[in-house]
């Protein structure tokens, strides 16, 4: 139900922003975020999105990514400035509602000269 975009090749300082659509309607929010995973880890979080629209964001990404979204579009976004080689992983989204938790499938970033 997620469709999560957007990753690919970036040199380091660049920028991408991540897309995360949603197929349907996802009813009673409750929290949007984003997550990475490295290599031989488990996923973390590093920026969330409360319904209301306030946001958090791990301290190895505060000041270079912003979470945000377009209601209308139905879509959660990562823009990532000032992308550093350990920045390299692969990305996923997650909404989560009152009933569900909903993953995109990931995308992966490459920061790499």
């Known amino acids: 139900q997620l469709q999560a975009s957007g990753g690919g090749l970036v040199q380091p300082g660049g920028s991408l922003r991540l897309s995360c659509a949603a197929s349907?309607?996802?009813?009673?929010?409750?929290?949007m975020s984003w997550h990475r995973q490295f290599p031989g880890q488990q996923r973390g979080l590093i920026a969330t999105?409360?319904?209301?629209?306030?946001?958090l964001y791990a301290d190895s990404v505060k000041g270079r990514f912003t979470i945000s979204r377009d209601n209308a579009k139905s879509t959660l976004y990562l823009q990532m400035n000032n992308l550093r080689p350990n920045d390299t992983a692969v990305y996923f989204c997650?909404?989560?509602?009152?009933?569900?938790?909903?993953w995109g499938q990931g995308t992966r970033v490459t920061v790499s000269s």
């Open positions: 997650l909404v989560q509602s009152s009933t569900a938790n909903y």
């Open positions: 349907g309607s996802i009813s009673n929010i409750r929290l």
């Open positions: 999105m409360t319904g209301t629209g306030n946001t």
